[in-house]
């Protein structure tokens, strides 16, 4: 098919579908805002003979005088044509088979135009009886790729033969009202992939858009379909939308359509109708932190968040061991900490070095009290200290207290002189709380032995 004969009666899935062209003069996109990487891709592909379109979010963007943060292609070449044409290339995925051209670190992704998942194809699709596609490498053409595309300003095409837009689902027109909308029936769409509901959220927070009526109506019913999702791809998808700079607005939106809550359960534990626990203080101020960073383009670790999120579910799971095991403090935190990164891990797989500097974050809570001796100058030393005491400050914030007096006393000796700082420390040694400091530390080591000697003998 020539790549100027679509017309919409080609359009037989979706009836509300139906191209509209809109010419170079019709709209504002410039080559020169496309990255020279894109243009060589596309101009390859076309020279090759293959249509070549830039497509999804980075059209929204340009339409909408904003800097895309990636441009995607889509094509009729299919993968191994692609990898055919460009030597730098790798085909990734088996959801659905892409191609990633590489030039250095920067990385075009190219896909191969998507057909009917119902119909027979070279390749094969397979969905759950739930309706939610597990397979998806079925190729089609432009006008098919249009329909299986998930909102409508995500359903728009920059031609580089011409430089025309296709626009097929009047996708400019919900830019201009500012509307997220689905394509297609919104609960048949979510059930093929639950994923498009936190999209929804994301693309209506970070563009300052509204969820059209019909699109926002089955979120909250079907929010339970997350849980079906793998949990590495939760992963991915958490990062973009808590740690892309709209993460406070972001979560308090998930939470009106109750999809914060499959995705962190055992925060959602702690949830209020007030919004004012502590563990819900907590969110409010990590997330408001991670957004002032990416702001300041200030590097972020996703362990930090998670540890955050997580410290009073923790510390509820490490009070009830306390009293239900007769744990010591240590012991008991120890072993929560493993029980609720283990339930985090089932829904939203965080990689293992993350929740190894997890873990040091949260040890760190108890090791930064004990300051006494050479021990702060010692604690200052470790790797993990600053993210230690940036998560000390948030909980003084929140708690107060004894809690506020120490972050006070770290935040003097990070930023005093060694005499002063050699003060401080003598100071500690000097001081009652210092010696029965030692004897809790003393009583609990007992603890611990007559712990392990408890469940050796059983």
Not at 325 to 341: F, G, H, Q, T, V
Not at 384 to 389: D, I, L, M, S
Not at 421 to 430: F, G, N, T
């Amino acid at each position: 098919m020539n790549k100027n004969d679509y017309t919409p009666s080609e359009l037989t899935s979706f009836p509300e579908l139906a191209l509209n062209i809109i010419t170079r003069e019709e709209h504002n996109i410039s080559r020169k805002q496309i990255s020279d990487n894109a243009l060589k891709v596309l101009y390859r592909l076309h020279g090759a003979g293959f249509d070549a379109f830039l497509v999804g979010g980075g059209v929204r963007d340009l339409l909408l005088g904003h800097s895309p943060k990636d441009f995607d292609i889509a094509t009729n070449a299919t993968p191994e044509q692609i990898r055919h044409l460009f030597k730098n290339c790798r085909l990734i995925g088996r959801r659905f088979r892409l191609a990633h051209i590489m030039f250095g670190r920067d990385i075009i992704e190219v896909a191969t135009f998507r057909g009917h998942h119902q119909e027979p194809s070279k390749n094969v699709a397979m969905q759950s009886k739930e309706g939610m596609l597990l397979r998806d490498n079925v190729y089609g053409t432009i006008d098919e790729d249009a329909e299986r595309r998930d909102f409508t300003i995500n359903a728009m095409y920059y031609n580089i033969g011409n430089f025309a837009i296709h626009d097929y689902a009047r996708g400019n027109e919900d830019l201009e009202d500012k509307l997220v909308r689905l394509i297609g029936d919104p609960e048949t769409r979510y059930r093929e992939d639950p994923v498009r509901m936190l999209r929804a959220i994301r693309f209506a927070v970070k563009l300052d858009f509204d969820i059209e009526e019909d699109t926002a109506a089955p979120i909250e019913e079907l929010a339970h379909l997350l849980k079906e999702i793998p949990s590495a791809r939760l992963y991915e998808e958490s990062l973009k939308m808590l740690q892309t700079g709209y993460g406070l607005e972001t979560y308090h939106l998930m939470r009106e359509y109750n999809l914060f809550q499959p995705l962190f359960p055992t925060v959602s534990e702690f949830f209020t109708e007030e919004y004012d626990s502590p563990a819900e203080q907590m969110l409010d101020l990590v997330l408001d932190s991670t957004d002032q960073r990416v702001e300041e383009g200030k590097r972020i670790n996703p362990a930090f968040m998670f540890a955050a999120m997580l410290w009073y579910p923790l510390q509820a799971k490490a009070k009830e061991l306390m009293e239900t095991r007769k744990l010591c403090d240590y012991d008991a935190m120890m072993e929560a900490s493993n029980i609720i990164l283990d339930e985090q891990v089932r829904t939203i797989a965080i990689p293992r070095r993350h929740t190894a500097t997890i873990r040091e974050i949260w040890q760190l809570q108890l090791r930064l009290p004990r300051r006494n001796g050479k021990r702060a100058f010692r604690l200052m030393e470790l790797n993990k200290f600053r993210a230690g005491y940036d998560f000390l400050e948030m909980r003084a914030e929140i708690e107060g207290g004894e809690t506020e007096k120490l972050a006070k006393w770290w935040n003097t000796f990070q930023n005093a002189g060694r005499n002063i700082r050699q003060e401080m420390a003598a100071e500690l040694d000097s001081e009652p709380a210092a010696k029965s400091g030692q004897r809790r530390r003393k009583s609990n080591n007992r603890n611990r032995r007559n712990t392990r000697k408890s469940s050796n003998a059983s």
